[in-house]
T-cell receptor, first 114, second 113 residues
Framework: GAGVSQSPSNKVTEKGKDVELRCDPISGHTALYWYRQSLGQGLEFLIYFQGNSAPDKSGLPSDRFSAERTGGSVSTLTIQRTQQEDSAVYLC????????????FGPGTRLTVL | KQEVTQIPAALSVPEGENLVLNCSFTDSAIYNLQWFRQDPGKGLTSLLLIQSSQREQTSGRLNASLDKSSGRSTLYIAASQPGDSATYLCAVDGPNQGGKLIFGQGTELSVKP
């Protein structure tokens, strides 16, 4: 596709369940980022993949959060044992060249944990 | 640690006015600064990216300036239209950030017809 796509667009889950969020970056972009946008918290970085390098996981809020990127393309963000404070919009972005390049964002996945 | 602040948090103007949104950052060692637009319930749309060596960038009715030494950027919107209503976010990328953007809290703009 022409832009970054994310699925699902909305996800409602019960506390304690695991969820998987998917991101399809722009074809050819080597860098992929996950951010979280919470009410009152603004946009915060979660994790960054650059090519075949080890990902920068410094923004993950707890060990319940993990992400992988298969084949240098699609990425999945997994949240285990979801908590109500995990409710947020999860945004994915990709960039052609990583640091210093324009980041293009997907529409986000709105996660609601009941 | 880099911190980004946007003022004002919200702004309401009548259609046709020119307006300025402000962004400040605490660490002047940046690679670039990017302005985004976010419509309610949507993702972010990149508007302008200014490299650290540049002073300004223009796209249509939008002009973004960067004063790296003072840690400030402004987004100027000329002849505002109701369709400009959205939240505007600025974000910086720098050498100590490993490629991740640090965002301000945004300015919510409302342009009244």
């Amino acid at each position: 596709g022409a832009g970054v796509s994310q699925s699902p667009s909305n996800k409602v889950t019960e506390k304690g369940k695991d969820v998987e969020l998917r991101c399809d970056p722009i074809s050819g972009h080597t860098a992929l980022y996950w951010y979280r946008q919470s009410l009152g918290q603004g946009l915060e970085f979660l994790i960054y993949f650059q090519g075949n390098s080890a990902p920068d996981k410094s923004g993950l809020p707890s060990d319940r959060f993990s992400a992988e990127r298969t084949g240098g393309s699609v990425s999945t963000l997994t949240i285990q044992r979801t908590q109500q404070e995990d409710s947020a919009v999860y945004l994915c972005a990709s960039s052609l060249q990583g640091a210093t390049g324009t980041q293009y964002f997907g529409p986000g996945t709105r996660l609601t944990v009941l | 640690k880099q911190e980004v602040t946007q003022i004002p948090a919200a702004l309401s103007v009548p259609e046709g006015e020119n307006l300025v949104l402000n962004c400040s950052f605490t660490d002047s060692a940046i690679y670039n600064l990017q302005w985004f637009r976010q419509d309610p319930g949507k993702g972010l749309t990149s508007l302008l990216l200014i490299q650290s060596s540049q002073r300004e960038q223009t796209s249509g009715r939008l002009n973004a300036s960067l004063d790296k030494s003072s840690g400030r950027s402004t987004l100027y919107i000329a002849a505002s239209q109701p369709g400009d209503s959205a939240t505007y976010l600025c974000a910086v990328d720098g050498p100590n950030q490993g490629g991740k953007l640090i965002f301000g809290q945004g300015t919510e703009l409302s342009v009244k017809p």
